[in-house]
């Protein structure tokens, strides 16, 4: 016996699904997304697909026109804290107790990174100063694999620098043991044409706590996506982002938050700014509040502040609720000029409309770059926003 399956009626003029085609049924969700280990069951992206219609797909395709042979790991340089390093092959645990790639150069940068950095923060101790982390590329093709491990009770800081130029697929596996505080903030300063493309993955257990943090300042296309799951009773998460994209420059994060155990607690706040021609960010949020995870109390927001003309910024927040049971939910999204309210205040008291703009701006941005925690990288992050501001205004 056969059987055929009748293509569905095509209404004239109409156009098929951006999500591939006729007959086929888009993805509604971000957990609905493929995984897998292997590059090959994606597929190189087109552009039509949810996760990339958003995304300059030709300026990211030097890193999936390389093939295996040339590819070569990231440099990873890790000092300071007291912090056990080492490597993990693949197969070897935890590596992959928590990431799975969910897009083709996340899976890329499985298959061609034979050895994981592992910084592993070990069970009931408190680091007293943060891991640093410097990722480097030549420009060409590279990729890599981070392993960032908080044991039971552990607290501290791991930040990862990025700076000069890059070509680079990268994947950071984040465990937040039972108990843990973890905060890992990651900075993308790249030289002006460099591009980089990241999946965090995080799972956070039982009473633990992670806060992360994404600031992207430089580089050409910076595509960052955070995925937490809070998988234990009375986990936290704080997911907060700040960027700062200049004329020709595509800034990027997409955010997946899924409360899956009980009692958890979500807050997601990203902040971006925008000046120049073509100055381009896109930021999508997506919540996930499960049927097991009773008194949830969640909530995302994204605002974004455009200073100049031509500069577009996209922003798309969903939540998804499969349980009647919850402490709150509640997410928001905001674009907008310069707050004249504000610019008056300021003007009104003898503050230069200049000196007032760079106040605002400041002001915006400077709410999340205070959340980070650490007072040296918060005031050179300052100082960043402020030479931003000026290249602006002498262009």
Do not use: C
């Not at 039509?48 to 070569?72: F, M, Q, S």
């Not at 990241?198 to 960052?224: K, N």
């Amino acid at each position: 016996m056969s059987s055929t399956t009748q293509a569905p009626a095509v209404v004239p003029g109409s156009t098929a699904h951006t999500d591939g085609g006729w007959g086929l049924v888009p993805i509604q969700t971000r957990s609905e997304r493929p995984q897998s280990y292997r590059s090959a069951d994606f597929g190189v992206p087109t552009g039509r697909e949810v996760n990339w219609k958003h995304t300059p797909i030709d300026r990211l395709a030097p890193l999936w026109e390389t093939d295996a042979a040339g590819a070569r790991s990231a440099d990873v340089t890790v000092e300071g804290g007291d912090a056990s390093v080492d490597t993990l092959a693949v197969g070897t645990a935890p590596r992959g107790e928590v990431f799975t790639p969910e897009d083709y150069p996340a899976a890329l940068a499985w298959e061609r990174t034979p050895d994981a950095t592992r910084i592993r923060l070990r069970s009931d101790v408190e680091l007293s100063e943060p891991v640093v982390v410097d990722v480097a590329a030549d420009g060409s093709a590279a990729y890599a694999h981070l392993v960032i491990e908080a044991e039971g009770n552990a607290r501290g800081t791991v930040l990862l620098r990025h700076a000069g130029p890059a070509l680079l697929a990268q994947n950071v596996e984040i465990i937040v043991r039972d108990g843990a505080a973890l905060t890992v903030v990651s900075v993308q300063r790249w030289d002006d044409d460099a591009v980089h493309a990241a999946s965090h993955q995080a799972r956070v257990d039982r009473d633990a706590s992670l806060t992360h943090v994404v600031v992207s300042l430089g580089g050409s296309v910076v595509r960052v996506n955070p995925s937490v799951e809070l998988a234990g009773a009375g986990s936290r998460a704080q997911l907060y982002g700040v960027s700062f994209s200049d004329s020709g420059q595509h800034l990027e994060s997409q955010v997946y938050l899924h409360h899956k155990g009980p009692h958890t607690v979500g807050d997601v706040l990203y902040k971006g700014a925008l000046q120049g021609e073509s100055a381009r960010s896109v930021w999508i949020g997506d919540v996930l509040i499960g049927r097991d995870a009773v008194g949830t109390d969640s909530y995302e927001a994204n605002r974004n502040l455009v200073l100049t003309d031509g500069a577009r910024a996209d922003s798309i927040p969903n939540l998804e609720i499969e349980t009647g049971d919850i402490a709150g939910a509640g997410h928001a999204s905001a674009t907008g000029r310069f707050d004249d309210e504000q610019l008056f205040y300021l003007q009104a008291r003898g503050i230069p409309e200049a000196e007032a703009r760079r106040l605002v701006v400041l002001g915006f941005l400077g709410e999340i770059v205070q959340r980070i925690g650490i007072p040296a990288l918060e005031d050179k992050l300052i100082q960043a926003i402020e030479r931003e501001l000026e290249e602006g205004a002498a262009a």
